[in-house]
Nanobody, 124 residues
């Protein structure tokens, strides 16, 4: 089972950028389905970006053009580059992993491996 640890969160002003990292250990993530989710207080966990094992990326519409998901297979790290941040992006951000990329989708329930989360706070 892969273990995931997120980092890179923080407090920023609207319009600024952050890069989140998710360090994986215990297994290589080359062929994994990797995802970023976020959860704001009082709201359900929602998908942000997916990176399939074949390299294809998917984004929720509100993140397209602002967020970029990528991975470094040598360092075994998943990234989420976030630009033009807005107060509504404030949430705890989690990375998730699934070995079988055939079920790579937006449902949190299909991901058996999760990190502990990193907080992103955007002020206006």
């Amino acid at each position: 089972q892969v273990q995931l640890v997120e980092s890179g969160g923080g407090s920023v002003q609207a319009g600024e950028a952050l890069r989140l990292s998710c360090a994986a250990s215990g297994s290589t993530i080359i062929q994994y389905c990797m995802a970023w989710f976020r959860q704001a207080p009082g709201k359900e966990r929602e998908g942000v970006a997916l990176l399939n094992g074949d390299g294809r990326t998917y984004y929720v519409n509100s993140m397209k053009g602002r967020f970029t998901i990528s991975k470094d297979v040598v360092k075994n790290v998943l990234f989420l580059e976030m630009n033009s941040l807005a107060p509504e992006d404030t949430a705890m951000y989690y990375c998730a992993a699934r070995v079988d990329s055939s079920y790579c989708n937006w449902s949190p329930s299909v991901y058996p491996a999760w990190g502990q989360g990193t907080q992103v706070t955007v002020s206006s």
